[in-house]
């Protein structure tokens, strides 16, 4: 689950293994589905552009202007993925994680 926090609906990208300690999900999932009740959205977030703690989507432009690296919610709406994007993540993953 998602919160809103300094303009950015932030997420955990690890979990617990309670006993090795935290252990992200590359290799192990494609894409985390993440809802805020606080901007009632839900959005889909491809594992392989992930944060290995962490991960922050912003709700608008920083103030400096930057665009480069930052990752827009509006990007990310669950209500934006089509087939053939959730189709493209899951490829895209298969291929990085099986060495192909």
């Not at 932030?10 to 993440?34: E, I, M, Q």
């Not at 901007?39 to 991960?55: E, N, Q």
């Not at 827009?72 to 060495?99: C, K, M, P």
Request: aromatic residues 8%.
């Amino acid at each position: 689950m998602g919160h809103v926090r300094d303009g950015c609906v932030v997420f955990n990208t690890a979990g617990t293994d309670h006993g090795s300690g935290p252990r992200d999900y590359h290799g192990r999932a494609d894409l985390f589905g993440v809802r805020c009740p606080e901007v009632g959205k839900t959005f889909l977030v491809p594992v392989a552009i992930a944060l290995r703690s962490s991960m922050g989507l912003r709700m608008k432009s920083p103030e400096n202007g930057q665009r480069s690296k930052v990752h827009f919610a509006a990007d990310y709406e669950i209500a934006l993925w089509t087939v053939e994007r959730l189709r493209g993540v899951v490829q895209s993953s298969s291929l990085l994680n099986h060495g192909c």
